[in-house]
């Protein structure tokens, strides 16, 4: 096979051979450095020339079934189902995309809010929009819909640190803000109202002991049924140790109370497992 001809085809389609302008390596043909230089033409992407030069060996009679036409043809139909695969992957991305924030933003006017960080310009930052969404109805206050942005945001696959902060903290705040309502009604009721209140504010200060809100509010429930009016012979300061102590007292029995619970629990479900 003459090379010549191969190396001049190169040079007129302004590529510079590789391969078919050394001398070929002990046990090596010409045929083995133009198979080599068709595939750098491929990888590069000029499958044209490759088929120019598969035309120039075939007028020489140059047989090999690594030269077959058909290897270019696979070349190119590979490059091109690849591009195809890739377009039809960002296709689908953008749809999902699309088809979260519609969702999202429906939580929104369900709410009556107009969502103004959900846009469509977001791109692929869906997650990080979502987390600023939030941020801002919980800066407003708007607890419910912090947490119902966010359960839906996790249904719909989306996992970011600030989503889990802002519905946790929402989560808690309404909670906060629901108990508070409930007692302050209680609050204004009869003794035995009162008592629930007292019994709602302890438990709710064992699962969230920096509720100082709820703290606050039961210090002066106590200190008003622990008071003796004019004629108590205790001292201001000793009625606030009452009061520390009569929280404590309570606590203490609740939390007895409940492990209490969850020690029969263990019981009985031993007992099962045995029968």
Known sequence: MRRRPLVECCKQQGWTPHYLHQSPAEGETPVDLLVKELQDLRDAGRGDLAGCLLEVAAQQGVEDERLQP??????????????????????EARQETTRVLEALRKVCRKAGVTPLRLTDSVGDAVEQACAKEMQAARQQGKHSLVIALGRKALR???????????????????????????????????????????HMMLEALIDDPEFKLCRTLLNNRLRERLSRGKGDSFADELLDHRIGLEFNRRRLELLEQRRGVGSDRGVGSDQSADS
Not at 72 to 84: F, K, M, R
Not at 157 to 163: A, C, K, S
């Open 156 to 198: 719909l696959g989306l996992d970011h640190p600030r989503i889990h902060s802002n519905l946790q903290r929402s989560e808690r705040l309404l909670r906060r803000e629901t108990l508070l309502e409930e007692v302050n009604a209680l609050l204004q009721g009869k003794r035995s109202a009162k008592e629930k209140a007292e």
């Open 70 to 91: 058909k290897s270019q043809g696979n070349g190119v139909e590979q490059q091109s189902s690849q591009s195809a695969d890739v377009q039809a992957q960002d296709s």
